[in-house]
């Protein structure tokens, strides 16, 4: 039978690992994997060096195992870094995202995550990144429009009818 190989073995590789370390699932069953192969007399090195980990965590791994079973294995839920935002400031946020920024003095008409993160640098001196502020507006309650240009005086039918055969014509 005829070796099988994985095409570009080095970039798979680091693929596979990334993907274990992201998936919760996955960190389980490499750590029960592991546990296994020391159960089956390998030593924390070996294992260490097949997995590719620290020949420590291998051996913290066992010890957990030891002391509280399959349960030790799981993850333990991750407190992640503190918010910047106190609850008093959040309430504060809440109220300035319920207002248009025009109230607010700004010259733009709706918020967005640039918008929201020149707010915060400016009101409260704190830097949140862009892609962090789009996630602020989701814990919020807010989602995603982006504003429709509406034409001054143009004519409902004739855009009602427009709107109908550019459906149709998408479709085909």
Request: glycine share 6%; with cysteine.
């Amino acid at each position: 039978m005829r070796k099988l190989t994985v095409n570009t073995p080095r970039d798979m590789r680091i693929a596979l690992k990334q993907e274990i370390v992201r998936s919760e699932d996955s960190r389980y069953d490499h750590r029960l994997h592991s546990i296994l192969l020391v159960s089956q007399g390998h030593s924390c090195y070996d294992v260490a060096k097949w997995f590719g980990h620290s020949a420590c965590s291998v051996q913290h791994w066992v010890k957990r195992f030891n002391e509280s079973g399959f349960a030790g294995l799981q993850d333990s839920p991750r407190s992640g870094r503190p918010s910047q935002l106190s609850p008093k400031i959040r309430r504060e946020l809440g109220k300035h995202l319920r207002q248009s920024p025009r109230e607010l003095g700004y010259a733009q008409n709706f918020w967005d995550g640039k918008m929201l993160s020149y707010h915060l640098q400016k009101s409260y001196r704190i830097d949140v990144g862009v892609r962090q502020c789009q996630r602020l507006f989701h814990e919020f309650g807010f989602r995603y429009r982006k504003p429709r240009p509406v034409i001054a005086q143009s004519d409902p039918v004739r855009e009602k009818a427009y709107k109908k055969t550019a459906k149709d014509a998408q479709k085909t």
